[in-house]
């Protein structure tokens, strides 16, 4: 009998196809599995390249401080602090009705030297708003002399404290 012309049963993984010992072909494996395909570091390199500069990207980003834009200059507005300087007026009228002039304590002098820096102070504010406002005698000008009110009010309680306190 020829053995070599005898047919073996056919399995299913063979498919009838047969090589030429007789076996069955087998897929292919290795370097060259799908033929005419992109090797497989291909696609590795497809999802880690972006990952490595996503990290890379991230990491400059994180370490690198970020530049501040230079804060906006400040705009003030003399009306606002006209106004705000006029309404502490009537406090400083209040408060120098409180004071106590016949103690001759140390913090009796002390609440009338720290009143007084604070009636100077007022006085320097108001008058560094309306520096550009007056003439060449010092003088202010005519469509501003009505802010003089506010000034001559605190001007006549820094009057009146002078001479209750002595200096």
């Known amino acids: 009998m020829d053995y070599d012309r005898m047919q073996r049963p056919r399995s299913n993984n063979m498919r009838g196809a047969s090589s030429s010992r007789g076996g069955a072909r087998r897929a292919p494996q290795g370097r060259n599995a799908q033929a005419g395909g992109p090797p497989r570091w291909a696609y590795v390199a497809m999802i880690a390249v972006p990952l490595i500069g996503i990290a890379i990207l991230g990491g400059v980003k994180l370490t690198r401080k970020a530049e501040e834009p230079p804060p906006a200059p400040q705009v003030v507005d003399p009306n606002k602090q006209i106004s705000e300087l006029t309404s502490q007026v009537r406090t400083l009228e209040t408060e120098f009705s409180k004071l106590d002039f016949r103690s001759e304590g140390a913090d009796a002098k002390a609440k009338l030297a720290a009143y007084r820096t604070r009636l100077m102070k ?39 404290l002078n001479r209750l306190s002595g200096f």
Not at 140 to 145: A, K, T, V
């Open 122 to 160: 007022w006085r320097d504010e108001w008058d560094a708003l309306f520096k550009d406002m007056h003439d060449a005698k010092g003088n202010l000008l005519p469509e501003y002399r009505g802010y003089q009110a506010p000034r001559n009010k605190v001007n006549q309680i820094l009057s009146d």
